[in-house]
């Protein structure tokens, strides 16, 4: 029975560990993006994480040590045998019990990062930013299939999406990020300036979409404003593109185009992969 008890409780605490990836083996887009999930008041990121893997490790190793500790000493009578095996598996039970509260956090962070939308890193992204109103929902719909996929960040309460489409056989990928790329810099917390910073290893090209109309509720210095930002912060091209040129044409735009009157919006795709420029690695000629 004791040593049943004890390999099952430090095989699964083992198996708690193994099962994470290793940190700095991963993309950059996602290592970061699991700092930021995994952060919170009282941890800080990653960090915290390996730290809380390292208890639970400690926890596995301690329980086959007790196993070990009492194997050999339950060969005696059985009164005695008993007694030591409830000693053991109160010794077990208290080492549980220690790691209880790193267990919890490393299922939070888990069950968290279980939630992140399916993006992937090795795909020519195209990321769409500028504030809400503006066009960008429409125009990633308008560009892509219709089997969009929608994700919830945990730390944000609006939904980002996620569109795909093909030019000469090349799948390139599509986000928008509300509740990230939408408002200044100033105005993000800690743990969204953290998702940001992840979505500058995601980027290929960003397109900052603004309302010349100011129909969006919001001026369109402060637009302009936000743009200037993501340009300096993003380290790829920054394309500017006024939508409801309809309306209005009254920025200096690297793009002009209408969503809602299917005017250029083609165009403007066209031109966010001209300026990514993928080139697909081919095997060499034999």
């Keep these: 029975m004791l040593l049943t008890a004890a390999n099952v409780v430090s095989d699964n605490l083992e198996n708690v560990v193994t099962a994470w990836p290793d940190f700095d083996a991963l993309d950059p887009f996602y290592r970061e993006l699991a700092d930021a999930v995994a952060s919170d008041e ?3 990121g990653v960090d915290a994480l390996r730290q809380h893997l390292s208890e639970i490790g400690w926890a596995g190793r301690k329980v086959g040590e007790i196993r070990h500790e009492y194997e050999g000493r339950l ?33 939070a962070a888990r069950d968290d990062l279980r939630t992140l939308p399916d993006i992937r890193p090795d795909v020519p992204t195209i990321v769409v930013a500028g504030y809400p109103n503006v066009g960008k929902s ?4 308008s560009v892509t299939n219709a089997s969009n996929e929608t994700a919830s960040y945990p730390f944000t309460t609006t939904e980002i999406r996620v569109g795909h489409f093909d030019v000469d056989r090349i799948r390139y990928q599509i986000v928008d990020t509300p509740g990230l790329l939408d408002r200044p810099p100033e105005e993000r917390n800690d743990v969204e300036s953290q998702a940001v910073s992840a979505l500058e290893h995601l980027a290929d090209c960003v397109l900052v979409l603004v309302d010349a109309s100011e129909t969006c509720g919001y001026q369109l210095s402060a637009q302009l404003a936000l743009r200037d930002a993501l340009a300096a912060q993003f380290d ?12 209005s044409r009254d920025v200096d735009a690297d793009h002009y185009m209408s969503v809602t009157e ?22 060499y000629d034999s």
């Design 262 to 283: 299917n005017d250029n919006v083609e165009g403007v795709l066209d031109a966010a992969v001209a300026a990514i420029g993928y080139e697909p690695d081919l095997p």
């Design 138 to 141: 429409s125009f990633v719909n």
């Design 42 to 44: 009282a941890d800080a």
């Design 75 to 107: 060969s005696g009578d059985t009164d005695t045998a008993r007694k030591l095996r409830k000693q053991a598996f109160a010794r077990i039970a208290d080492v549980v019990e220690e790691v209880d509260d790193d267990l919890a956090a490393v299922g």
């Design 236 to 247: 790829v091209p920054v394309l500017t593109v006024c939508n409801k040129a309809d309306q």
